[in-house]
T-cell receptor, first 116, second 114 residues
């Protein structure tokens, strides 16, 4: 069974540009969560999608958005990039059974974004 | 609001020695607690989780953790460190009522000395 895949693995952008990151969950998983990891702020929850709906959201500005497709694949978009957006962006998938927070999240290897 | 505090950003142990990584949580409701491991240039892997069943939780790779409500702690232990255990470890907490919204600690880098 294939794991969570994220593309691209590395990305370099300049300030003001926008970027789209992609996450393909484990087959059968319907929940996809996104996290930002930086040396200064650590791991921070961005948002979670389940069945194409955003179910939960962290404390990030509106420049950070996401969506989920009918096949559970998810994309994350960051507009008007700032230097501080340089980070490792991790995606995690789980079954997403409604009402359950006990499920194990499986993480992808991440996309490392560098903003110059 | 829920949070976790990991004591010690860096811990060094000798190969074969006890590994003890400390985590204290703060939560207004009985929490779910997790330990994750991250190897360089990789994503996170779940080591173990506490979801209000047994207070002593056994995970992968010989790790275990004990939920102590009186101490609000969830420390991670392994009896004998192996070189392959060198990695960064994250404690995390989630609200049982929240869908997959997990709050992570700042991480502890474990160094294993041969």
């Amino acid at each position: 069974k294939a794991g969570v895949t994220q593309t691209p693995r590395y990305l370099i952008k300049t300030r003001g540009q926008q970027v789209t990151l992609s996450c393909s969950p484990i087959s059968g998983h319907r929940s996809v969560s996104w996290y930002q990891q930086t040396p200064g702020q650590g791991l921070q929850f961005l948002f979670e999608y389940f069945s194409e709906t955003q179910r939960n959201k962290g404390n990030f500005p509106g420049r950070f958005s996401g969506r989920q497709f009918s096949n559970s694949r998810s994309e994350m978009n960051v507009s008007t990039l700032e230097l501080g957006d340089s980070a490792l962006y991790l995606c995690a998938s789980s079954l997403g059974t409604s009402g359950s927070n006990q499920e194990t999240q499986y993480f992808g290897p991440g996309t490392r974004l560098l903003v110059l | 609001a829920q949070s976790v505090t990991q004591l010690g950003s860096h811990v060094s142990v000798s190969e074969g020695a006890l590994v003890l990584l400390r985590c204290n949580y703060s939560s207004s409701v009985p929490p779910y607690l997790f330990w994750y491991v991250q190897y360089p240039n990789q994503g996170l892997q779940l080591l173990l989780k506490y979801t209000s069943a047994a207070t002593l939780v056994k995970g992968i790779n010989g790790f275990e953790a004990e939920f102590k409500k009186s101490e609000t702690s969830f420390h991670l232990t392994k009896p004998s460190a192996h070189m392959s255990d060198a990695a960064e470890y994250f404690c995390a907490v989630s609200d049982p009522g929240g869908y997959q919204k997990v709050t992570f600690g700042t991480g502890t880098k474990l160094q294993v000395i041969p």
